[in-house]
């Protein structure tokens, strides 16, 4: 990786952890989970609307790093619209992908994940880092478990 591209990257992080998207409470949300990392400090509440078989709004609140800050934001906006199947498999790739696990690189494809996901690459360098950019994922996946009952 280029400089030149770390530094986009770094921007995109930093352009999310000053103006979060979908930073608030979702007052009709159908599913809730907190997300607690005591390694860092990051706390975050995510919530998640499901309609039938598909997220129809997810919001978060908290706080926290700036890589937990912006991996939030942008996991609110990927799942927003998916189903809860979708959502599942994107939490299984954004795993792999952070994790830079290669036995994962099918699950990785699989998850055909949104371009501007790449930017939490970087974190695989960093297994501390990796907690900050996935916990915001795990608190989704958790909401996703009790939604629909
Ligand atoms: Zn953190």
């Not at 992908?97 to 055909?112: C, H, I, K, P, Y």
């Amino acid at each position: 990786m280029t400089s030149e591209l770390d530094e986009l990257y770094q921007s995109v992080i930093l352009d999310h952890n000053r103006a979060p998207r979908n930073f608030h409470k979702l007052e009709d949300a159908t599913s809730h989970a907190e997300g607690r990392n005591p390694l860092c400090g990051d706390m975050y509440d995510v919530w998640l609307k499901v309609e039938g078989d598909r997220i129809t709004d997810a919001a978060f609140q908290g706080q926290g790093c700036a890589i937990s800050k912006a991996s939030a934001s942008m996991m609110t906006q990927v799942v927003k619209g998916k189903t809860l199947d979708e959502a599942r498999r994107l939490f299984e790739g954004f795993h792999a992908l952070v994790a830079g696990d290669r036995s994962q690189e099918s699950v990785l494809r699989e998850a055909a994940l949104p371009a501007k996901l790449e930017v939490f690459k970087g974190v695989r360098a960093f297994p501390i880092r990796v907690k900050c950019a996935t916990l915001s994922w795990h608190a989704m996946k958790q909401a996703l478990e009790t939604a629909g009952r």
